[in-house]
């Protein structure tokens, strides 16, 4: 036998007792891998299935606040101009002009309306029609500078609409229009010009109506700002007035057909959006081609009005809801855009989640390389505990353990147990002869033979010192002393070889077996040592039974 450096302490040793520190490591890994890469998949498979109702409501809640301040900003910048209306309307100048309509009343009212016009650039027209429909007084205004129309170029407006509808009212009482584009002698004037006209009827001293003053106001200052609005939306948004004709948010040639003679409108292309959007004052609703927010849009709030100055609630006539003045501020979300915006926090979602998944992979090598540094010093320390670190048998802490265990199971079931006490022949000559390291490796290889010649289920302990153990379960002694034979002679015809150098040993094993008298395993234990005992005595390569309180030689039983 070749010398080799002796494995005092190695993982081979962790491997041969059962365990493998890189399997322990990848069982750990995954017993803190596989459940939090679960929850996390759990996690991503609710956000996932989530996210599109997230991001669709989140998008109706921005859309509806959005159409929500399009439709309050309606309404204040057009009831602030009912208060403008009645105080040119009620002016004691104007008053002057209608009792006596000379032309120094007419030169004061005109100057009157000019300044008024200068003041607020947004209205471009301010005018006195008598009660046949007939301009009176006239100012047209540029924003920057106003223009009294002489009299000779007044026009005849008896047959608009609007003048037909002021007039109807009670003086006092406020009319507003549609929205619609200026028209000068039957003419859309061009550049387009978008109106709002404010009407009110006028009396004389006596209280009869004597004709309407009226306000041509631009909204454009609206306009801009619904175009900040619409364009801030994630959806395609129109306004769009009560017959469904486009007043905003699509190409020119699509707005003011009702203007142009053109019949084409929303309501036509999409009947059944038209439908709930002008029944109802505001809300969504899915459609095959997406999701539509609206809210509708009044020029005027009647519980508002009694906090604008001079104006009262009981001023603007309660239309019957045919001829209720609204417009209505409509956003379309495709099912594409839905799709586009989902997709991006998908993959959002996907990237952070497989940001996670490495992280949890990390962090569960991490604390399975420490579970595993713990067990392995735990399992080093049980080896340290239980095992001879010369020969990497059992010691004699574990013998007594399984010795003791093996003892109650073969006398509980009525089974055969027997012991090998093995002890090599004049072993302090070798050691003094050959050295202790020597002698180490001596131990070792008598260790290996009868390692290599016991069953699986027998037991081999390093007893002490030279002296080794076998426990032999269901084994009867006959059988045992066999086995102690054959392994004397194998020690006997197998020396230990260093180099060149042979060194021959023998050993000695004294042989006992469970027996009726028996107290407890130290019983047998004694026998045995008795045995090998006796056998020292009798010589080198000795195997003695002890049975029944006698002792045996091997050989002498196999000759008789």
């Known amino acids: 036998m070749n010398r080799q450096k002796i494995p005092v302490e190695s993982d081979a040793a962790v491997e041969l007792n059962g365990y493998s520190e890189h399997k322990e490591l990848i069982l750990s890994f995954l017993a803190v891998f596989i459940p939090a890469s679960l929850l996390l998949a759990f996690i991503f498979y609710a956000f996932s299935t989530q996210t599109e109702e997230y991001e669709l409501q989140t998008t109706l809640i921005r859309e509806e606040a959005a159409l929500n301040s399009a439709s309050e900003l309606t309404s204040l910048l057009l009831e602030q101009k009912l208060s403008d209306l009645l105080v040119i ?18 030169i004061r009212a005109a100057r009157e309306f000019s300044l008024f016009a200068r003041r607020k650039p947004k209205y471009f027209q301010i005018r006195y029609l008598d009660k046949s429909g007939m301009e009176m007084i006239r100012i047209n205004s540029d924003g920057t500078s106003q223009e009294i129309t002489p009299q000779s170029q007044m026009q005849n407006k008896g047959d608009r609409y609007y003048f037909k509808n002021a007039i109807k009212l009670e003086v006092g009482e406020i009319y507003i229009s549609p929205l619609d584009l200026n028209m000068e002698r039957g003419e859309i004037e061009r550049p387009f010009k978008p109106t709002v006209r404010f009407a009110t009827p006028v009396a004389d001293g006596y209280g009869e109506k004597q004709g309407i003053v009226i306000i041509n106001y631009t909204p454009s200052e609206l306009l801009d700002r619904i175009t900040d609005i619409f364009t801030s939306l994630r959806g395609d948004a129109v306004m769009l007035n009560s017959q469904g004709f ?4 699509v190409p020119d040639e699509q707005l003011w057909g009702f203007m142009h003679g053109n019949d084409e409108t929303f309501a036509k292309q999409n009947p059944d959006v038209w439908s709930i959007a002008n029944s109802s004052e505001k809300g969504s609703f899915f459609a095959d081609d997406g999701v539509y927010i609206f809210k509708k849009a009044y020029p005027l709030v009647r519980q508002r009005l009694g906090t604008l100055e001079n104006v009262d609630e009981s001023i603007v006539p309660s239309p019957n809801r045919a001829e209720m003045r609204y417009w209505i501020y409509l956003s379309h979300i495709s099912k594409n855009l839905i799709e586009d915006l989902t997709a991006k926090r998908m993959i ?14 990390v962090i569960s090598v991490f604390f399975a390389k420490n579970s595993v540094q713990k067990k392995a010093a735990f399992r080093k320390l049980q080896l340290y505990a239980t095992t001879d670190d010369l020969t990497g048998l059992a010691n004699r802490r574990e013998l007594d353990k399984v010795a003791l265990r093996e003892y109650k199971r073969a006398t509980r079931f009525s089974r055969h147990l027997s012991v090998l006490m093995i002890d090599l022949d004049h072993f302090k000559t070798v050691n003094d002869n050959y050295g202790h390291n020597t002698g180490d490796w001596v131990l070792k290889h008598v260790a290996d033979i009868c390692a290599n010649a016991i069953r699986g289920q027998d037991f081999l302990a390093r007893y002490g ?13 006959n059988n045992a002393a066999l086995l102690a034979q054959r392994i004397c002679d194998e020690v006997a015809v197998k020396p230990y070889q260093d180099g060149t150098q042979v060194i021959a040993v023998t050993i000695s094993v004294g042989v006992s077996d469970i027996e009726d008298g028996d107290d407890n395993v130290d019983d047998l234990m004694y026998r045995a040592d008795k045995a090998l005992y006796e056998a020292k005595k009798r010589g080198r390569n000795q195997v003695v039974i002890c049975s029944a309180g006698i002792f045996i030689s091997h050989l002498a039983m196999i000759s008789e």
């Open 348 to 361: 959002v979602a996907t990237i952070t989640y497989l940001l996670l998944f490495l992280v949890t992979a």
């Open 465 to 477: 010192g030279e002296e080794f153990t076998i426990l032999l379960p269901e084994s009867e002694i």
């Open 246 to 249: 486009w007043l905003h948010g």
């Open 89 to 106: 309307a009620e002016g004691e100048i104007l008053r002057n002009y209608i009792h006596d309509p000379n032309l120094k009343n007419w």
